[in-house]
Structure formats: structure tokens, C-alpha cells
């Protein structure tokens, strides 16, 4: 099993910064890609950024430009740097870790609010 640790949520003014992180721990070394998602309140969870293990890196054209998703595979830990932030942001983001079997893996959320 994988265990996660999200970190560096909170809230945030329009037009400010937020730098997210998981960290995991566990059976590591079936961890593949890694992600970050987010759910807003009424809607469906929804991708945001993906980072291989390599370092290559996808994301949504909404966010592409704003946030930045890197990993430290040293420290078994993902970050998602969010700049530009929106009051449309706002959701709680998910870390998640594909592992090698397949099945994907999910941590706690950490809650991002975006208000002035």
C-alpha cells in the first residue's frame, strides 16, 4: 500500500500563489505517474496535472501557464505549484499516484480557497 501526506492548502486572495504537496510513502516503488485533481463543490473531481516519472509533464489547457506540477522522486513527493489563482480554483485537490498494477491511488485532499 501507498500512504499519502497533502500539504499547503488553504486560502489564498485572487491573484495569489499556493504551492501544494504530497508526499508518499509506502510501497513506493510501484508508484508510475503521479497527479494532482481537484473536486469544486457540486462538481465532478477533475484532472488538473500529471508528471511521469521521467519528469514529463501534461496539463489541462485551463491551468497550462498558471500551474506547475514537478517531483522530487528522492523524496517520494509531488508538488503542484498554482500561481494566478481564481475565485474558480477553488475545490479540494487531490494527489494521486498510478501504480504499476494499474489501479489508481488517491490521498486525503487538501482544501484551496480562492476569495477576496
Known amino acids: 500500500q501507498v500512504q499519502f501526506v497533502e500539504s499547503g492548502g488553504g486560502l489564498v486572495q485572487p491573484g495569489g500563489s499556493l504551492r501544494l504537496s504530497c508526499a508518499t510513502s509506502?510501497?513506493?516503488?510501484?508508484?508510475?505517474?503521479m497527479g494532482w485533481y481537484r473536486q469544486a463543490p457540486g462538481k465532478q473531481r477533475e484532472w488538473v496535472a500529471s508528471i511521469t516519472r521521467g519528469g514529463t509533464t501534461l496539463y489541462t489547457d485551463s491551468n497550462k501557464g498558471r500551474f506547475t506540477i514537478s517531483r522530487d522522486n528522492a523524496k517520494n513527493t509531488v508538488y503542484l505549484q498554482m500561481n494566478s489563482l481564481e475565485p474558480e480554483d477553488t475545490a479540494v485537490y487531490y494527489c494521486?499516484?498510478?501504480?504499476?498494477?494499474?489501479?489508481?491511488?488517491w490521498g486525503q485532499g487538501t482544501q484551496v480557497t480562492v476569495s477576496s
Open positions: 509506502g510501497n513506493i516503488a510501484s508508484i508510475g505517474a
Open positions: 494521486s499516484a498510478r501504480l504499476s498494477s494499474g489501479n489508481i491511488l
